[in-house]
């Protein structure tokens, strides 16, 4: 009886030894399927990055940042009050962009000085005056690149009076013109090695900006304003 029991026991043991192992080798299979299955995922979405990478580059447009310093030279159309010789003066400002191939757009803050001179008036006696003004200009212009660093930007312009005086006259700044007005604006930029750039416009005034009071028969002309502005710019990026 005691050897049977033996028997039982031996073969017992036998029997959780190859479960045991059959156990363990199915672990070790399963661990094999999950290796080769995690490198056959894993693969193709490596190799999708590039793919994204390169779709994202043709989709993203290129930021632009900078400064720009330039002269500005104005004249206001006039029969009869205004002078309409070109008056120089300076602008300054900040421009930002953003370009993709051959297209692009660009919005700019720009102060800029002007000054104008009236006409005197022998008839009257009335001497000449300067009006000087500090404009605040805001293109908003499109881009498109004619040839390889020359860009062509055209567009609106919203300009507003931020300070004014007058010499040889009473009469305040506004007493003459209007503060606020819209100008087309059409130009040349080219973008220089050293992430420099340059450029000239010319700017038309489409508002009528004289604010000669009614009773006066000047009141009835139409004046406008025109510049030509050279500046140079820099590109922080």
């Not at 499109?142 to 009076?161: C, M």
Request: hydrophobic share 40%; proline share 4%.
């Amino acid at each position: 009886m005691q050897a049977k029991n033996s028997d039982n026991y031996k073969w017992g043991m036998l029997f959780v030894a190859y479960i045991c192992k059959k156990r363990t080798h199915m672990k070790r299979s399963y661990l094999l399927i999950a290796l080769v299955s995690g490198l056959f995922i894993s693969r193709p979405a490596q190799a999708q990055i590039p793919v994204v990478s390169k779709v994202a580059d043709k989709i993203t447009p290129e930021f632009t940042i900078g400064i720009k310093l330039g002269a500005n030279f104005q004249t206001v159309t006039s029969k009869t009050t205004l002078d309409d010789a070109y008056n120089a003066g300076i602008m300054g400002g900040l421009f930002i962009g953003l370009t993709k191939g051959k297209w692009g757009v660009q919005v700019e803050g720009i102060a800029r000085s002007a000054k104008i001179t009236t006409k005197a008036d022998p008839n009257t006696g009335t001497a000449s005056a300067t009006l000087n003004a500090l404009n605040l200009d805001v293109p908003v212009l499109l881009e498109y690149k004619v040839i390889p660093r020359v860009w062509l930007q055209v567009g609106p312009q919203f300009t507003s009076v931020i300070s004014s005086s007058t010499t040889g006259t009473p009469y305040k700044y506004n007493y003459f013109l209007k503060t606020s007005e819209f100008q087309a604006l059409a130009g040349l930029q080219v973008i220089l090695p050293g992430r420099f750039t340059a450029g000239a416009r010319y700017v038309l005034g489409l508002t009528d900006v004289n604010n000669l009071p009614t009773t006066l028969s000047a009141a009835n002309e139409k004046w406008n304003n025109h510049s030509i502005q050279l500046y140079a710019g820099f590109r922080f990026m």
